[in-house]
């Protein structure tokens, strides 16, 4: 196995040379902005115009409704936190060592990867919202897989088991 001096003398960049230099890019900057945006959208759907949509929804619907806007904002905490690592990498508040760290890694990839809201049940604003964060969050995973070596896969977060457990009870015995 190489080290880190002979993968940088033989020109191959570290995952540390990696983390720096995206977090330096012009693709992490736009990646970044859109990530806040879509976190401020959200919560403001959330808190205005999305609560009063549950309110209206039927039993089933709401019960639709709570469930996948958990797993949007898991997306998002998720993805917003990743970005904010990265951010502080940029600003020299934390070192790409640092960042490197598992505990700083894209989580709850079992709640956040799921992908079969019921449509006909939620409110179109929602499903959007929920789209683009699935898109978001497999962005930044795909870039985290390019940016840590293979073999520095996390592991699983027992929280998201736990998520997964409260979806499933939450959607019943007529689940999604």
Not at 39 to 66: C, I, P
Not at 107 to 123: I, Y
């Amino acid at each position: 196995m190489l080290t880190d001096v002979s993968k940088q003398t033989s020109g191959q960049k570290t995952a540390f040379d990696r983390i720096a230099d995206f977090a330096e890019s012009d693709i992490f900057e736009r990646m970044f902005r859109e990530g806040m945006d879509l976190v401020e959208e959200t919560a403001a759907y959330l808190d205005g115009d999305g609560r009063q949509e549950a309110k209206n929804l039927e039993r089933a619907s709401a019960l639709a409704y709570a469930s996948e806007s958990m797993r949007l904002t898991t997306r998002l905490m998720q993805s917003a936190s990743w970005l904010l690592v990265h951010r502080a990498v940029r600003e020299g508040e934390m070192s790409a060592r640092d960042a490197h760290d598992p505990k700083y890694r894209l989580g709850a990839r079992t709640v956040c990867a799921a992908n079969n809201p019921p449509a006909a049940l939620l409110p179109e604003r929602l499903l959007d919202l929920l789209e683009r964060s699935r898109r978001l969050y497999e962005r930044v995973d795909r870039i985290e897989a390019s940016l840590f070596d293979a073999a520095d896969t996390p592991p699983e977060n027992p929280v998201s088991a736990q998520l997964m457990r409260l979806q499933a009870a939450l959607a019943g015995p007529h689940g999604a």
